[in-house]
């Protein structure tokens, strides 16, 4: 948690993600952290991470990414 902390204050990472394996037993919700990364970076960044960043990493638009 405290390297976590630490790399996203330090403009480290560029998405955040869910680690779950379905969607009946462990479903994506992704509340909990976008509201503990929003207070690290920003609202908007968190958001940024969970959808645009996403998306740039998908299509392969690195360049576009809000982090290094």
């Not at 560029?14 to 992704?30: F, I, K, T």
């Not at 929003?38 to 740039?56: H, P, Q, R, Y």
């Amino acid at each position: 948690k405290k390297l976590a902390h630490r790399l996203l204050k330090e403009d480290k990472v560029s998405v955040l993600a869910s680690d779950c394996h379905n969607l009946n037993r462990r479903p994506p919700n992704l509340r909990q952290g976008i509201k503990a990364t929003a207070k690290l970076v920003g609202k908007t960044k968190a958001i940024e991470m969970v959808t645009s960043n996403v998306f740039d990493l998908i299509i392969g638009d690195q360049h576009r990414l809000s982090s290094p």
